[in-house]
């Protein structure tokens, strides 16, 4: 069972993410970069439905997650 202290840490660290995942996303929506647009992301609209389906953006944010994830955990283990 987990203190209560610990899961405020938790919490507290989690909402920091958050506020750090969504400036990222403003900042980038700001700058102009294609997210969401680029070839190999889908898009349907139809009479009152629409649906996007962003293959292309999710691979290459997994790609630059996961470099970006083994670059800090190699520099940790120093």
């Not at 944010?61 to 940790?76: A, D, F, G, K, M």
Request: hydrophobic share 60%; glycine share 10%; charged share 15%.
């Amino acid at each position: 069972m987990m203190d209560l202290s610990s899961l405020g840490r938790i919490v507290i660290i989690a909402g920091l993410l958050l506020v750090l995942v969504g400036s990222l996303i403003w900042v980038a929506g700001r700058l102009g970069l294609p997210f969401g647009r680029l070839p190999g992301d889908i898009r349907f609209e139809r009479d009152g439905v629409s649906c996007f389906v962003p293959i292309a953006s999710m691979i290459l944010l997994s790609l630059l997650l996961t470099v970006l994830l083994n670059i800090i955990l190699r520099l940790l283990n120093r």
